[in-house]
């Protein structure tokens, strides 16, 4: 008889045989025939192009299969919808070309332009191959302003801007220049500044060089000045630019501001208190002051605004100031643009223009709530045995907020109300039953309502409940022990506590037939910061068999110094196997999933037989839910089954055959299920 080293040795020689096949059958096969992409040019420099000539770039790449199978091109795509490319065949022989014709039309891009042209194929090593077109679209003329003529000037002064004209031109073309600025404004002057500054690019000169625009406020007020400055060049394919100017000239009577953005709110607080918070009350009633410099009295004529937006004048009697609020209001959401018109009784100042945006917010329910989450942290099992927690749902919105929950998980939720009017609340109350749970724990509800942005909405009870005691692993398994055979392994036993408490300490002990004995070896404690304490102790268990045969399966519950210990019944299975009479053939059989009963199956064999040749009987038959099986031959000292699995997600299941017999009562047979 082989002694259990020397069975090791010899099923791990099997097992490497089997791995070491395996392992030749999946190396690739040297030589095999495939197709192989390669190109002339992976990227293709065009070079500078000027963004006025609205250039269009074409540009012929030759594909090539220098493979030993055809080339499969099976779709091309671009990085831009500026470039097209077609292919003058999708299906190239070993050894053959294709052309791959692309065009470029950038229309008003500038700039560095990279292109990437995608080739999908069957090409194994390059199933998606790049290639690509790279240069730089610029423009001949550029304008950009540095500093711009102010919005408003007063009469008498004067203000300026500075705007920066830049012109590119490509290496070897000739130079361009500013000749000079003019403009038809009487009040606006134009002067080109001497220095010039040249950046050398990459196939590519930029020379920069600034106009000083200066506006002259005048004598008279004015609600829009315009003026056209022409900017004359030495370039025959741009001889002239134009840049506008605008502002506006105020006299003695100044605005506060020239533009009012305000929002019709969606929320009820914001419309029903009386007393709001200042940046609300300016989204919503934007003011505007007209203001006489000198403080002498003028009169409002007349305010008018687009609709849908609405103008208050706070007072229309002759003062040296007067009040506007703007505010928008309608049924129909949405953004809105529009004008303020305001008219004097000054004849040299009679019209201000205001710019006017606003959005009309919609008028729906709005759901609000404290959290959507309730963390309980770190639980023991006597804290967790039912947790409840109350969520505050608000209607901030200005419909009334209707609400029914549609599902939940693990736990019982009521409403204090189904219908929220608007700026009230309620509660939402989920309760949940976490007894003999451990880990983890996620329990929730989900609730529906009106609310078009968040119809549904999810509220959690989460935590983590902590076990006085745990075990790992929980069972152990011996398998061929010999009469009187002694084994050992090690569990480890792990404790948790509260942060003020102390670990207990295992005891030495045994089994009630005294077969297992189990004996603390180490134990180590942490404290946690977030209020609890874990301790892990190593605990040896050593079974001496005194069992002839057979499969016997022992609790052990551990025993410690508290109380603690044995009133959560922590226990290690200790379960094993005696080389007796009655066994198996095969050992550990392999079995097939049977997917369908008409198909042609053949259901692999076991057989439970007597070494001895002597007499028995099972009487009965444990089997897993994962297993199926039938007795097709029944003799006195043997026992033959079809055996299959009808279950593709398992993987392993065990059989108890329980027999006549005193001294081997019990035999397991483990099985391996094999996927199809």
Known sequence: MLMPMERLFKKNKLYSFIHLMGFIFLLPLQGSATPEIAVDEVIHHYGVLYAEDQPAVSHQFIVSNKGNEPLVINDIQSSCGCTKAEISRSEIPPGETAVLDTTLSPREKQGREQIRISLYSNDPDHQVFEVGLSGYIIPRWSIQEVRGIPNVITTGSSNEAIIR????????????????ATSEHPLVHAIPLDETKETQLDGYVKADQEIRIVADGGKKASHQEKAQVHIRTSDPQKPELQYEASWIVENDLHLSRRGVHVINPKYFSWKNQTTLDRDIEEKIRGRIYLQSESSTAFKILSATATPPFVVEIQNDTPMSASEFIVSISGERTGKYQGELRIRTDRPDEDIFLIKLTGVIQPQEPILSSDSKNRNFGILFPDQASKLTNSFILENLGLKPLLLSTIEVKGVTAALTA????????????????????????????????????????????????????????????????????????LVTVRQYFPSWAKPETILTGKSADGSIMYEPLSQKCVYQPIGYGSAETEVKITLKNNRSGGYWEVPVELTGTESHLNQKGVAVTVQWDVLGDLRSRPTTPIIKIMQDSTQNFQPATLKIYSKSGKPFEVR?????????????????????????????????????????????????????????
């Not at 004209?165 to 000079?180: E, H, T």
Request: aromatic content about 8%.
């Open 620 to 676: 009965s038959v444990e089997c897993p839910d994962s297993i199926k099986m039938n007795a097709v031959d029944r003799k006195p000292s043997e026992i033959q089954y079809e055996i299959w699995g009808v279950k593709p997600e398992e993987k392993a299941g065990r059989i108890l055959f329980h027999t006549d017999r005193q001294d081997e009562p019990c035999i397991a047979v483990d099985c391996l299920i094999e996927k199809q």
């Open 165 to 180: 004209v830049s012109s590119y031109v490509k290496s070897g073309d000739d130079k361009r220049f500013i000749l000079d």
């Open 418 to 489: 189904e219908t929220i009017p608007p700026g009230q609340s309620a509660r939402y109350e989920l309760t949940a039953d976490l007894n003999g749970q451990k880990g983890e724990f996620d329990r929730y509800a989900i609730l529906r309502n009106n609310d078009p942005t968040q119809p549904t909405i999810t509220f959690h009870l989460t935590g983590r409940i902590l076990p006085y005691w745990d075990i790992v692993p929980d069972k152990i398994r011996f398998r061929s022990l010999q009469v009187n055979e002694e084994i050992s392994s």
